[in-house]
């Protein structure tokens, strides 16, 4: 078998089965072979640059339909700027650390990191961690993904960690780091506490109760005797960490009399409140405003505690009863008004979320079952108003999916009030696609709490603090964070599990009250700091890459994930946002508008696709898509996208077939004497280039996709090539007409090679190692972006050629009706008669090609338009000319197909006719 000489590709007829499955793994070992990675930044070295920054998967199992997506929409910038005259270097990154590794290396490795030595869990979840890098690596490979394979990052690489210890540093050293004691979200399943781009919303069921809390202290204001201030729940369990009631200061509050009890509740909803908790009479004695009611004392129903009446903004009457349980230790609005009002911050549970000592009589029980039994005893004691069942949405946590509590613990934070309005500010300056991810992510910052940046688990960045052993004060200077950034560097942070507190502080470290003896914090970073830290881990790292990137590309979940802590931990540390623009696609949906997964049995495994159908497959889905909205797949867009895939092989494999004989060197013909049709296909051409140049500037995939196949279909297939076929099979090799055809179709073939190359990368390939030329580059991928020649858009031209694919349209349909009525079969058994007006047979007159020619039958006559005999169809829309239709005189021509009547007149050929016969004579 003959080889081509350069990337070695078997050259051979360019097949019509693409046979993807088969050919796709042998494209990807050549370009492994020739380091197209290398060849392609050896190509570009010295070029402007564009650096889009990869945002860092999780190394915990095989790729799915999510990851095929965004690997392919990154991989399609990258393609194009490369060709376009950038130096893009694409460095892949995987995120190693944290909960969702952890719980995966636990289930599979079966694992108990209670009872394992601290320092082999984490080497267990290391390994686990880099095997899934090595196999979504070779994954993202066969899916054509050109990347730095070699120097990929992973947030566990001790230079990683370095790195990120020193933004830690320095947001502390700026004064926006702190320990406090506040309720954060907390998984009593993971046990550890989460931040809100850990918190997913599912719905949930729980108790709905209202509950009466006895007054014990009115100040004069309310009388005490059978007083209770009514209060709603869905969360019984936290009323044993109750301490304070919240009402609205501008709401009306009404003292009612009902059954012989005392209840105060907010004016617009007491009715309905006592209709649902079944009281049948009652009155309405007093009303006051909430501002009136603030510090009158109620007690907590459960046990002896003081539960002071307080006001706040965050009081509504959406439903409940205007009053609202406060417990600071158990919700973020609740902490921020008891900090107004010095409350104190109780939260009786453990990390398992069960009860503790301070819980009283409920210690030992686990929060939820909790409900129950607090439930009950409101109930005994004649506190518990009405109990009813509710479905609503609640927090859950990400990997587990179990419901989570707002719990009260000591954690380290970073505050946003610090850096808030520098964010707002440069998230501004940031072109965001599409435009709405710029008021989602504006939005977020701007209400967002401090970020919880701590988490109790093993398999992470440690918090780089230390504590004085005898006053307790944590110890996070200049010195100490160089000194672990620079342990890391060395030894990665498993150093500071391996080795004591006394022996990972810098040498000479004292305490400010003295002492020099010190414990080191136990806790690790939010995974999200670890990713979040990667701009000045890898961008500032790499010389290839630069600080800041051109784009961040992710889904639109990361407005809350990876982009914000970015955007926070560059901000904080360089006042400016790590990216100039961000683009966000969809999330993945069936064809029924469905959330893929494995429990509904409508996910689609991309490994799948590419086994049976081949990569191109999902590549060409992944440019159809809108990715501004979610994104459907389903078997049946799967046979569509496969349709498509096979007119657009076909049309190159058709084009490849008529320049068997061509070298664009010795055979091409100069513009200005192509005929009007091959200039035509030209202008068609270079629209489509500039079309296409300007989708992909714009990031409009689907925009690309659509032109391309149009083209394919419309222009090439459907018009041109059906003309100049009779060009290419019937007239003399080397004449200019048929040279001419073969120059149009060698531009067409070249650029659009190009132009489908970040797409179908694989299919590109295969193509560009067909096309005649010996000067080529080896590479598809090593060639340069087709430019628009301005020249070849003659405005006037195309108008003219419209016109007549307008009139060729309605010839199409007068043809194809008289098929029907057997009238003809093939359109070349046909004769075809134009009665027209002045003005269509001077335009006619204007054409230098055979008009039979093109449109595709034996015979073209013209007339005059008033010389129309009955049977001719008026055609719709058209009134300046008829048609009709009958069968072309003559006999076939067994070279050309077409009809003549001068079969026979050339006694060496009497099966051809004339036109064909002088071809056979030169």
Known sequence: MEYNETLNLPKTEFPMRGNLPKREPDIVKKWEEIDIYQRVKENNSGKPKFILH?????????????????????????????????????????????????????????LN??????????????????????????????????????????????????EQIKVFGEMANRGYIYKGLKPVYWCSDCQTALAEAEVEYGEKRSPSIYVKFPLKDGKGIVSETNTHVVIWTTTPWTLPANVGISLHPEYKYTLVEADGENLILAEELYEQVLDKS????????????????????????????????????????????????????????????????????????????????????????????????????????????????????????????????????????????????????????????????????????????????????????????????????????????????????????????????????????????????????????????????????????????????????????????WFNSSLSTAVATKGQAPYKAVLTHGFLVDDKGRKMSKSMGNGIDPLDVINKMGADILRLWVSSADYKVDVALSQGILKQITEAYRKIRNTSRYLLGNLYDYDNEQHAVAYEDLNELDRWALIRLHKLIDKVTKAFENYEFHVVYHAIHNFCVVDISAFYLDVVKDRLYTQPADSTDRRGAQTVIYQ????????????????????????????????????????????????????????????????????????????????LNAEVKLFVDQDLRDFFEEFKVDLATLLIVSKVSIHDLGKATEGVGEVAGLDNFKIAVASAPGDKCERCWKYSETIGQASDHPTICSSCYEVIKK
């Not at 690997?71 to 005259?85: E, F």
């Not at 686990?128 to 090595?134: C, G």
């Not at 549970?349 to 439930?375: R, S």
């Not at 006053?471 to 150093?495: A, K």
């Open 278 to 561: 079944g009281y049948e009479k009652w009155n309405a004695i007093k009303v006051f405003t909430g501002s009136e009611l603030e510090g009158i004392i109620c007690t907590n129903p459960l046990f002896e505690r003081d539960s002071l009446v307080i006001l706040g903004d965050h009081v509504t009457l959406e439903q409940g009863t205007g009053c609202v349980h406060t417990a600071p230790g158990h919700g973020q609005e609740d902490y921020e008004v008891g900090k107004k009002y010095d409350l104190p911050v109780v939260s009786p549970v453990d990390d398992k979320g069960v009860f503790t000592e301070e819980g009283h009589q409920f210690e030992g029980l686990q929060y939820d079952k909790a409900n129950k039994a607090i439930t009950e005893e409101l109930k005994e004691n004649n506190y518990l108003m009405h109990l009813e069942f509710t479905k609503h949405s609640y927090p859950h946590c990400w990997r587990c999916k179990d419901p989570i509590i707002f719990r009260a613990t000591e954690q380290w934070f970073a505050s946003i009030d610090g850096f808030r309005q520098n964010a707002l500010e440069e998230i501004n300056k940031v072109k965001w696609i599409p435009a709405w991810g710029r008021d989602r992510i504006y939005n977020m910052i701007a209400d967002r709490g401090d970020w919880c940046i701590s988490r109790q688990r093993t398999w992470g960045v440690p918090i780089p603090i230390f504590y004085c052993f005898d006053c307790n004060e944590p110890i996070i200077n200049q010195d100490t964070i160089e000194h672990i950034s620079n342990l890391f560097r060395e030894h990665g942070s498993e150093v500071w599990f391996a080795k004591e507190a006394s022996e990972l502080v810098p040498s000479g470290l004292k305490c400010k009250c003295g002492h020099a003896e010190f414990r080191k914090e136990k806790d690790i970073m939010d995974v999200w700091f670890d990713s979040g830290s990667s701009h000045a881990a890898v961008l500032e790292t790499n010389p290839e890459l630069q600080w800041p990137a051109d784009l961040y590309l992710e889904g639109s979940d990361q407005h809350r994930g």
């Open 54 to 110: 990869d945002g860092p998967p999780y190394a915990n199992g095989d790729i799915h339909l999510g990851h095929t997506l965004n690997k392919v929409l990154k991989d399609m910038v990258v393609k194009y700027k490369s060709m376009a005259g950038y130096d893009s270097p694409y460095v892949p990154g995987w995120d190693t650390h944290g909960l969702p590794i952890e719980q995966q290396a636990i289930k599979n490795l079966g």
């Open 748 to 827: 067409i073939m070249d650029a659009m090679t190009k132009l489908i190359a970040p797409i179908l990368t694989f299919t590109a390939e295969e193509i560009w190692q067909h096309i005649p030329n010996t000067k080529k580059a080896e590479s598809v991928q090593l060639s340069q972006w087709p430019k628009v020649n301005k020249d070849y858009l003659d405005e006037q031209l195309e108008a003219k050629w419209n016109k007549l694919l307008d009139i060729r349209e309605e010839v199409a349909k007068v043809l194809e009706a008289a098929r029907r009525d057997k009238v003809i079969g093939h359109s």
């Open 113 to 162: 990191r209670e009872k394992v030595d601290v320092v082999e869990f984490r080497r267990q979840c290391r390994d686990y961690a880099l095997k899934f890098v090595d196999l979504q690596k070779d994954q993202f490979k066969r899916l054509g993904i050109r990347g730095d394979w070699d120097n990929s990052y992973v947030t566990l690489d001790p230079k990683f960690e370095a």
